[in-house]
Nanobody
């Protein structure tokens, strides 16, 4: 059974940087793409960025096209999310997720496995 565990969250001041990690364990080969989502207090969960594991093509959500970078180390089964110049609007719970055959990065409903999330709080 595949499990995803996020890490790297915490409290940071505005202008600071973010580097989140998502470690996947289990038989990850069935999952073709992995992504990051976030849910701010009182708001719906939204996609942030996604990567196709084989082609390494990435997708960044329009709403999040403000400096996020997604990358993956397939040898380590680890997904990363980075951003500089954080603002309080980036405060959210950040989730890692993985999806398999028939789905795609743009459709949140096609992600099959989710992590528990890691909280990022940006103070002004």
């Amino acid at each position: 059974q595949v499990q995803l565990v996020e890490s790297g969250g915490g409290s940071v001041q505005a202008g600071g940087s973010l580097r989140l990690s998502c470690a996947a364990s289990g038989y990850i080969s069935n999952f073709y793409y992995m992504g990051w989502f976030r849910q701010a207090p009182g708001k719906e969960r939204e996609g942030v960025a996604c990567i196709y594991r084989a082609s390494v093509k990435t997708w960044i959500a329009d709403s999040a096209k403000n400096g996020f970078t997604i990358s993956a180390n397939n040898a380590k089964n680890t997904l990363y999310l980075e951003k500089n110049s954080l603002s309080p609007e980036d405060t959210a719970m950040y989730y890692c997720a993985a999806g398999g055959f028939g789905g795609n990065c743009r459709n949140m409903n096609t992600f099959d496995i989710w992590g528990q999330g890691t909280l990022v709080t940006v103070s002004s």
